[in-house]
């Protein structure tokens, strides 16, 4: 089974602080993704990877940045976070030419 | 520029009724074509995809969808709902002839089955 694993499913940080999300895959998938999901709005491409140390913006990037140092983790930052950030982060992964995409359960941030 | 659209926010069936889940999409290509699944405190879960072939398609949980080229539609549908199906449905598209790996999700569309 694949498995796709977020750091954390709850957090509260406040407004101006920095905001590491964390995702890791167990599959050696080549691509990894960063959504946001708002009611309403569906799944929003943030970020996405398609390979270690390799990214590309997605449809919002504005106020996130992303690391990948290892095939099988994905990081999202918020270097400043602000009230507009929070949200449902869904991390995903997938191989390089498929386009089923897994998915992890989710992290609700919520920035006060 | 890619799309998709889910014209319905919710939709609401009797257990045991027949169900339909509407998409319509727009790609400048021709589209590759994918609807998911979120149950309550859960990601998404795939369910099926158009790529070529056969317009019907046969996915998980005894769903299917119908791929329309001329009306650039790909509904979600089962015979006979279940309460179990209760979730939120996101339909997906990508051009087939985009070199990027992504794909563009509507906005969902909340299926709720009463027993």
């Known amino acids: 089974d694949v498995k796709v694993t977020q750091s954390s499913r709850y957090l509260v940080k406040r407004t101006g602080e920095k905001v590491f999300l964390e995702c890791v895959q167990d599959?050696?998938?080549?691509?990894m993704f960063w959504y946001r999901q708002d009611p309403g709005l569906g799944l929003r491409l943030i970020y996405f990877?398609?390979?270690?140390?390799?990214?590309e913006k997605g449809d919002i990037p504005e106020g996130y940045s992303v690391s990948r140092e290892k095939k099988e983790r994905f990081s999202l930052i918020l270097e400043s976070a602000s009230t507009n950030q929070t949200s449902m982060y869904l991390c995903?992964?997938?191989?390089?030419?498929?386009?089923?995409?897994?998915f992890g359960p989710g992290t609700r941030l919520t920035v006060t | 520029a890619q799309s998709v659209a889910q014209p319905e926010d919710q939709v609401n069936v009797a257990e045991g009724n027949p169900l339909t889940v509407k998409c319509t999409y727009s790609?400048?290509?021709?589209?590759?074509l994918f609807w998911y699944v979120q149950y309550p405190n859960r990601g998404l879960q795939f369910l099926l995809k158009?790529?070529?072939?056969?317009?019907l398609v046969k996915g998980s949980y005894g769903f299917e969808a119908e791929f329309n080229k001329s009306q650039t539609s790909f509904h979600l549908k089962k015979p006979s709902a279940l309460v179990s199906d209760s979730a939120l449905y996101f339909c997906?598209?990508?051009?087939?002839?985009?070199?990027?790996?992504?794909?563009?999700f509507g906005s969902g569309t909340r299926l709720s089955i009463r027993p």
């Open positions: 790609v400048s290509g021709n589209p590759y």
């Open positions: 990877s398609y390979d270690v140390k390799m990214k």
């Open positions: 158009y790529i070529t072939g056969d317009n």
């Open positions: 997906a598209v990508r051009d087939r002839y985009s070199s990027a790996s992504k794909i563009i």
């Open positions: 995903a992964s997938s191989r390089q030419h498929s386009y089923e995409q897994y």
């Open positions: 599959m050696d998938h080549e691509n």
